[in-house]
């Protein structure tokens, strides 16, 4: 079990808790396609939570190398891009929208996907593994996971109509890569 603490191993401790995210990510997805909504979300959920964990764990047992780091982006963009734009897209959007508004729903979603992807890239081409910063410059992508789900419930509980939740993801998507400042928890 050294590998457990070893951290040029691909399948040190840090590593497994982002492959637990991942697998998270993938049924969520699967849910998502069932229709079961809420499963999808607690998924996400437990996803989130393990990503809060890998980061930690390789910082504290010293673990971090840029498999993680590379891995972790790709968990992100799966968790923290890919499964809130599916859903929403298969809650709201495919089931409230029609012909141009769908269409537009699906270029914002594109413009979400690009955003958040570009945000990952530019964030590892920029870090180094295991330094941490006081602020990230535009919003992480997991608060723009938070964001979407939040936009979802609004919609889910009759608040927020579908043409609002598309402006919504497009504000979202272009904070993913703003000159904001979030402050590093």
Known sequence: MKFLWTPSSHFNLANLFTFVNITAGLMA???????????AIVLAWIGGAFDIFDGKIARKYNLSNEFGVQLDSFAD???FVLVPVFLIFQAIYSTQLHSISLLVASFISIYYVISGLR????????ADAGEVENYFTGVPTPLGAILLWLVYLTNAYGILPAFVVIGAMAIIA?????????KHP
């Open 174 to 182: 272009w904070s993913l890569n703003s000159t904001i400042k979030v």
């Open 29 to 39: 997805t699967y849910f998502i396609t069932q229709h079961n909504f809420v499963l």
């Open 77 to 79: 963009f799966l968790s």
């Open 119 to 126: 945000r990952l890239i530019h964030f590892n081409l920029n």
